[in-house]
């Protein structure tokens, strides 16, 4: 019983190594297509406009330093992911720039959060934000070409925040997860289980 029950522990093991997939991309500069959604959902937020898809994502030795641009950039007056960003390029005359933050883990939403302030209708509002990066093959450039975006119409006084026009198609929603594994993990434990019941039975005989 022993010795099944080590062999069993072992599978286990190599299943979670070699099966399930690792959240660290390789080391290099990769294209990932991403969606802003509603915190702690799979919903678009509002501000998913604002954002210039694919981001440009740096791996290097587990750690993701990501680059995005950002639409109607005189608007978003706070942008604060987890551990801050920095503006590493801004082109006033276009109203975007480019923030860059670090991310640990790519495979999991960041939780953002943004200030908007539109002075032409008098609207500040600050949001909570989760920027999701798409599940992408590693090395693989995401193929959703970015927004084209225009500025909307600032004589709107119904106090909502403002919307942006775009011309690209809408993305699906990133998955979230994968069942896959856990059924072959249950069926390698079934097949452990059945192997001890043989070599029992024919000890027995």
């Known amino acids: 019983m022993k010795k099944f029950t080590a062999t069993l522990a072992a599978m286990m093991f190599a299943m979670f190594v070699f099966v399930l997939p690792a959240s660290a ?6 294209s990932i297509n991403y969606q802003v959604n509603q915190p702690a959902s799979s919903t678009p937020s509002i501000a998913n406009d604002y954002f210039v898809k694919p981001a440009t994502v740096i791996a290097k030795g587990g750690k993701h330093t990501v680059q995005i641009t950002l639409n109607n ?11 801050g960003a920095k503006v590493i390029s801004e082109d006033k005359g276009a ?3 480019v923030v860059e933050f670090v991310v640990d883990d790519i495979a ?5 959060k943004i200030k908007v302030d539109v002075e032409d209708i008098n609207y500040h509002h600050e949001y909570t934000i989760d920027i999701v990066f798409e599940a992408t093959n590693d090395g693989d450039a995401a193929t959703t ?10 004589t ?7 919307q942006t026009n775009t011309t690209a198609t809408p993305e699906k929603n990133p998955q979230t997860s994968d069942n896959a594994p856990y059924f072959i993990i249950l069926a390698l434990i079934g ?5 001890y019941r043989n070599k029992k039975t024919k000890a027995e005989a």
Do not use: E, M, Q
């Not at 950039?73 to 551990?83: D, E, K, M, R, V």
């Not at 999991?108 to 953002?112: D, E, F, L």
């Open 73 to 83: 950039s005189s608007w978003i007056t706070l942008f604060n992911p987890p551990g």
């Open 191 to 195: 097949s452990g289980y059945l192997l």
């Open 25 to 30: 991309l390789s080391d290099g500069t990769h």
């Open 145 to 154: 070409p970015g927004a084209t975006t225009d500025k909307p119409d600032t």
């Open 95 to 97: 109203d975007t720039r």
């Open 108 to 112: 999991k939403p960041v939780s953002t």
């Open 156 to 162: 709107n006084t119904d106090g909502n925040t403002p």
